[in-house]
């Protein structure tokens, strides 16, 4: 037997990567002599950066300003491929929230420089297509800090640059883009967006996703309007209208990208499985198993394991689920080609227990649901 093990992470108890490991375990105890194949996946956000490396992308780490200031190490990959470069680049990497404290002073300052230090490396190393994983960040600045670090200059009108962060935009009235990187202009950029949020309004960035990081009320308005002005002063500079479906997405990052570069916005999943090469692991697997720390009705929607469950179901491929807990019915799972599913909450003694031991707990519910699917 031939099984495919793709989970996507179990947040805040396991990356994709150790829970492929523990359900590997699981499995291998009930068919010994099975192939298990670990390939951890991910739909576009935190995680994307792993699953590129798992399935064979270079890491790479680089010292970057931080979201607020703050200097740290981050993570990027590349990839060669008959000499032309691929770079993978996550938000969460150099802007992320985990590296914020979430107050209103800081949801205010917050900026996405560091990101685009990263995009300077990836150029730097040839890169000519750039993969953005959007998630787990800290900003909302439109974007506004990377292109910073790309050489853009955001002017108020005493033609002094701004400070940092999506509190500025709003008195921004002019850009300076004389020192604008050259090679924004040759290169692919690739954003996995599985929002439609637009750039700003009642159900912009600022509106619906600030407040988790640490806004306000009246942070919230000021930031809205900071990103409504950014949109304004972005479409008098190139002719281009930012505000989209998608463009609010990691605080409004794709909004500077879809001004001043050909971006296009694809759903998470299928560009990450693209990436990996997930559809010749499918070709050769028997059975797929997958799973997430919490698969609920948001999962439904085409989060990473239900769109790996749809694929296989397309294949005729079955597929089991074990995740850290399970909200949705059995009717609903076997819909999407689901036969058989186990959460860690039925063979732990508490949630908590379940968190703290996850790769035990992992490793154990694949061995039940293996020997009763």
Request: aromatic share 6%; hydrophobic share 45%.
């Given at each position: 037997m031939r099984i495919l093990i793709a989970p996507d992470k179990?947040?805040?108890?396991?990356?994709?990567?150790?829970?492929?490991?523990?359900?590997?375990?699981?499995?291998?105890?009930?068919?010994?002599?099975?192939?298990?194949?670990?390939?951890?996946?991910?739909?576009?956000?935190?995680?994307?950066?792993e699953a590129a490396v798992a399935a064979g992308y270079?890491?790479?780490?680089?010292?970057?300003?931080?979201?607020?200031?703050?200097?740290?190490?981050?993570?990027?990959?590349?990839?060669?491929?008959?000499?032309?470069?691929?770079?993978?680049?996550?938000?969460?990497?150099?802007?992320?929230?985990?590296?914020?404290?979430?107050?209103?002073?800081?949801?205010?300052?917050?900026?996405?420089?560091?990101?685009?230090?990263?995009?300077?490396?990836a150029l730097d190393a040839g890169a000519t297509e750039i993969v953005l994983g959007l998630g787990g960040s800290a900003m909302t600045d439109g974007g506004s800090g990377a292109l910073r670090a790309l050489g853009l200059k955001p002017?108020?009108?005493?033609?002094?640059?701004?400070?940092?962060?999506?509190?500025?935009?709003?008195?921004?009235?002019?850009?300076?883009?004389?020192?604008?990187?050259?090679?924004?202009?040759?290169?692919?950029?690739?954003?996995?967006?599985?929002?439609?949020?637009?750039?700003?309004?009642?159900?912009?960035a600022a509106h619906v996703f600030a407040p988790q990081?640490?806004?306000?009320?009246?942070?919230?308005?000021?930031?809205?309007?900071?990103?409504?002005n950014w949109a304004s002063v972005l479409?008098?500079?190139?002719?281009?209208?930012?505000?989209?479906?998608?463009?609010?997405?990691?605080?409004?990052?794709?909004?500077?990208?879809?001004?001043?570069?050909?971006?296009?916005?694809?759903?998470g999943f299928a560009l990450v499985a693209g990436l990996t090469g997930l559809a010749a692991q499918l070709s050769e697997a028997d059975l797929v198993i997958t799973g997430e720390g919490s698969l609920d009705s948001q999962s439904l929607t085409g989060k990473a394991p239900i769109a790996l469950a749809d694929a296989a179901r397309d294949r005729g491929i079955p597929v089991i689920v074990v995740a850290g807990r399970i909200l949705v019915t059995p009717e609903d799972l076997a819909g999407h080609g689901v036969v058989a599913a186990a959460q860690l909450?039925?063979?732990?003694?508490?949630p908590e227990d379940?968190?703290?031991?996850?790769?035990?707990?992992?490793?154990?519910a694949t061995s039940q649901v293996l020997e009763g699917a």
């Open positions: 179990f947040k805040g108890s396991l990356t994709a990567a150790e829970a492929a490991a523990a359900i590997a375990e699981g499995a291998l105890r009930v068919y010994p002599d099975a192939v298990a194949t670990q390939f951890p996946i991910a739909d576009g956000g935190e995680g994307t950066l270079e890491e790479h780490i680089n010292a970057v300003v931080g979201p607020i200031l703050a200097p740290l190490g981050a993570a990027w990959a590349t990839r060669k491929d008959d000499g032309n470069v691929a770079a993978v680049i996550e938000t969460a990497q150099a802007s992320g929230l985990a590296d914020m404290e979430p107050t209103p002073a800081n949801a205010l300052r917050a900026h996405s420089y560091g990101c685009g230090q990263l995009i300077a490396a002017l108020d009108s005493a033609g002094n640059v701004v400070p940092l962060g999506g509190g500025s935009l709003a008195d921004v009235v002019a850009l300076d883009t004389s020192g604008l990187d050259p090679r924004l202009a040759a290169t692919t950029f690739r954003i996995a967006v599985d929002v439609r949020n637009p750039l700003y309004g009642n159900l912009g990081k640490g806004a306000d009320p009246d942070a919230v308005e000021l930031l809205d309007a900071g990103l409504r479409r008098t500079a190139t002719g281009r209208d930012v505000n989209v479906p998608g463009a609010g997405a990691a605080g409004g990052f794709p909004a500077s990208f879809l001004a001043f570069t050909d971006a296009t916005l694809e759903g909450l039925d063979v732990a003694p508490s379940a968190v703290a031991h996850a790769a035990k707990y992992l490793a154990w």
